[in-house]
């Protein structure tokens, strides 16, 4: 038996933070608006336990990301494509949702086709500066698409497109710097938080540990260090080596990740981080100055576009990757901590960067539709 309600919609994105969080920040602004809300996502993928931690019921749909190569793997992928699109279609029969809101990649694309099939409303996100390959096959049909970036508007074949920003939990724009580092049980001083994303990144955490006994103990400075799951028992065991004792330091948080990123990213003054737009987005709403390093292989370099993004904006330090070792790495934060001028002038501009009404924008287009 169906179940009735006044207005349903359904939520989907998966696979990364960067398509899950946004898709999360509009659920929960469609929930406090008296909708009833399903999560579409993958179970295996992150976005299963983050939707149940909500309360959301959750909608599987099996799905992965398309091989690039033309092999049995990608046709036992397309077939499963259909599965899935076939199980999207039965969820939209099912429930019969007012709309669906998509943040692109390839979770998505199931219940993208499958409105396309059963003409069901939806609207589509971009969180990059280059949008995914699913948005810009998928958005023509779309009612309404939704761009954190400017720049990607050329890429999209949709007139009714607009430049929100990413959607961001409102705890961005509410919680204070004070009531961050209290949360944490950090003092009231200068703080460098270093993350390399959810899997972490190599050449980042290699620079880290070689110089956070400096910053730490010669400098003063607290350092939140996210060091990415696969990544955290080998870093605590170098660190053993090179700063003996670091556990017991006051001015350290090391973790293999955080969940309560809102915290850490309020908290800080100067972050390092790779260029994920929704990093970036939460770096810019929390007025942190920030060294940006983008992942060099990401799909169709968005990294390195959102990056440059920022930095044609006076918004961040920019460095390549390859040329992160641990003296460079200390030289150009020393070039921050050292000149507050510059702290400041990469803070503004961040600041003016945010973008805070990217969710209530994109509830009020899924509400009109």
Same mark, same amino acid.
């Given at each position: 038996?169906?179940?009735?309600?006044?207005?349903?919609?359904?939520?989907?994105?998966?696979?990364?933070?960067?398509?899950?969080?946004?898709?999360?920040?509009?659920?929960?602004?469609?929930?406090?608006?008296?909708?009833?809300?399903?999560?579409?996502?993958?179970?295996?993928?992150?976005?299963?336990?983050?939707?149940?931690?909500?309360?959301?019921?959750?909608?599987?749909?099996?799905?992965?990301?398309?091989?690039? %190569?033309? #092999? *049995? $793997?990608?046709?036992?992928?397309?077939?499963?494509? +259909?599965? &899935?699109?076939?199980?999207?279609?039965?969820? /939209?029969? %099912?429930? #019969? *949702? $007012?709309?669906?809101?998509?943040?692109?990649?390839? +979770?998505? &694309?199931?219940?993208?086709?499958?409105?396309? /099939?059963? %003409?069901?409303?939806?609207?589509?996100?971009?969180?990059?500066?280059?949008?995914?390959?699913?948005?810009?096959?998928?958005?023509?049909?779309?009612?309404?698409?939704?761009?954190?970036?400017?720049?990607?508007?050329?890429?999209?074949?949709?007139?009714?497109?607009?430049?929100?920003?990413?959607?961001?939990?409102?705890?961005?724009?509410?919680?204070?710097k004070e009531n961050a580092r209290k949360k944490l049980n950090l003092q009231n001083k200068l703080t460098v938080t270093i993350m390399g994303g959810s899997q972490g990144a190599k050449s980042i955490n290699n620079a880290t540990t070689e110089i956070i006994k400096e910053l730490v103990q010669d400098y003063n400075i607290q350092v939140i260090f996210q060091t990415g799951r696969k990544n955290y028992d080998e870093i605590t065991e170098k660190l053993k080596y090179v700063f003996p004792g670091w556990e017991h330091e006051n001015g350290i948080i090391l973790k293999p990740y955080f969940t309560d990123m809102?915290?850490?990213?309020?908290?800080?003054?100067?972050?390092?981080?790779?260029?994920?737009?929704?990093?970036?987005?939460?770096?810019?709403?929390?007025?942190?100055?920030?060294?940006?390093?983008?992942?060099?292989?990401?799909?169709?370099?968005?990294?390195?576009?959102?990056?440059?993004?920022?930095?044609?904006?006076?918004?961040?330090?920019?460095?390549?990757?390859?040329?992160?070792?641990?003296?460079?790495?200390?030289?150009?934060?020393?070039?921050?901590?050292?000149?507050?001028?510059?702290?400041?002038?990469?803070?503004?501009?961040?600041?003016?960067?945010?973008?805070?009404?990217?969710?209530?924008?994109?509830?009020?287009?899924?509400?009109?539709?």
């Open positions: 038996m169906s179940e009735t309600y006044s207005k349903v919609f359904f939520v989907t994105g998966g696979g990364t933070g960067g398509h899950i969080y946004p898709a999360m920040a509009v659920a929960d602004a469609l929930t406090s608006d008296g909708a009833k809300v399903y999560y579409v996502g993958n179970r295996h993928n992150m976005e299963f336990h983050l939707a149940g931690e909500k309360g959301y019921k959750f909608l599987h749909v099996g799905v992965s990301g398309m091989p690039r %190569k033309l #092999n *049995p $793997k990608f046709f036992y992928w397309g077939l499963r494509l +259909v599965r &899935a699109v076939l199980y999207s279609i039965k969820y /939209i029969k %099912k429930y #019969n *949702p $007012k709309a669906v809101f998509a943040t692109g990649g390839y +979770v998505s &694309a199931p219940m993208i086709i499958a409105c396309i /099939i059963t %003409k069901t409303p939806y609207m589509m996100h971009d969180c990059d500066a280059m949008p995914g390959l699913v948005t810009r096959k998928l958005s023509s049909k779309a009612k309404y698409v939704s761009l954190a970036f400017n720049r990607a508007k050329k890429y999209i074949p949709n007139k009714h497109t607009i430049i929100t920003g990413n959607p961001i939990r409102a705890e961005f724009e509410t919680l204070t809102i915290s850490v990213l309020k908290s800080t003054d100067i972050v390092v981080s790779r260029a994920g737009s929704l990093s970036l987005s939460e770096i810019c709403a929390s007025g942190c100055a920030s060294i940006i390093i983008p992942y060099p292989h990401a799909a169709a370099n968005h990294q390195r576009i959102n990056a440059k993004c920022l930095l044609e904006n006076g918004a961040c330090v920019y460095l390549e990757d390859k040329d992160v070792e641990p003296n460079k790495l200390r030289q150009i934060l020393l070039s921050v901590i050292e000149n507050p001028m510059k702290m400041n002038y990469l803070m503004q501009n961040a600041q003016y960067m945010a973008k805070f009404d990217a969710t209530s924008k994109i509830v009020e287009c899924l509400n009109s539709i």
